[in-house]
């Protein structure tokens, strides 16, 4: 099968739900060492007993579901607002006050703040961009909505890289469905 290839990596990239259903500028999670889609859907049989061996006669599917995980160990701001059920803020602190880490502020200083905890329903889109190395179809998966949650500790101190892990919840978008898969030709 001269179309078949291997998913050798890619780029994932995030954009942040705001309440007003508008979407915060899409940036790249980097370093991603998986991404997994799984798919799930139920059903119900229908058997027809009239004989002396039941029969299957009818299947309907009577829910579909779908997620995606994936683990990062870029540890920035906003890859760890997400692990952190967090939001990101900023804070000032005025020349001579004293910064956190017990230094004394030489100039107005504003730093980059995450608040744990304040974002417990992280909802936004994503998006994967395959990097083939095979075939000659690249294919990028786009997810419109999904919620996100964290589904491991953080090492902040540790003689391993740190590594962030998330399952996300796919939930279908009013109109773009639930996620869509596009095979672009490489050229």
């Known amino acids: 099968m001269a179309n078949e290839k291997y998913i050798a990596g890619g780029r994932l990239y995030f954009s942040l739900l705001n309440t007003d259903g508008s979407y915060q500028p899409e940036y790249e999670i980097g370093e991603v ?4 889609l799984k798919t799930d859907t139920s059903f ?7 004989g002396a061996v039941p029969v299957k006669s009818d299947k309907v ?3 579909f579901s779908a997620t995606l995980s994936f683990s990062t ?16 803020t900023t804070e000032i602190f005025a020349l001579g006050s004293t910064l956190p880490n017990g230094a004394i502020a030489a100039i ?5 703040v995450i608040n744990g905890g304040e974002n417990t329903l992280i ?3 994503f998006k994967f961009v395959s990097e083939v190395a095979t075939g000659n179809k690249q294919p990028v998966l786009e997810i419109p909505i999904a919620a996100v949650s964290s589904n491991d500790s953080m090492a902040f101190m540790s003689d391993d890289f740190a590594k ?15 996620f869509k898969t596009y095979f672009i030709p490489v050229v």
């Open 33 to 36: 060492q998986d991404v997994t």
């Open 44 to 50: 119900a049989e229908a058997m027809n007993k009239d």
């Open 61 to 63: 599917a009577t829910s």
């Open 73 to 88: 160990i870029k540890i920035n701001k906003e890859n760890l607002a997400m692990a952190l059920n967090a939001t990101l």
């Open 108 to 112: 107005e200083t504003t730093l980059d």
């Open 123 to 125: 909802k936004g889109k």
């Open 164 to 178: 962030l892990s998330f399952d996300c919840d796919v939930l279908k978008h009013d109109t773009d469905g639930y």
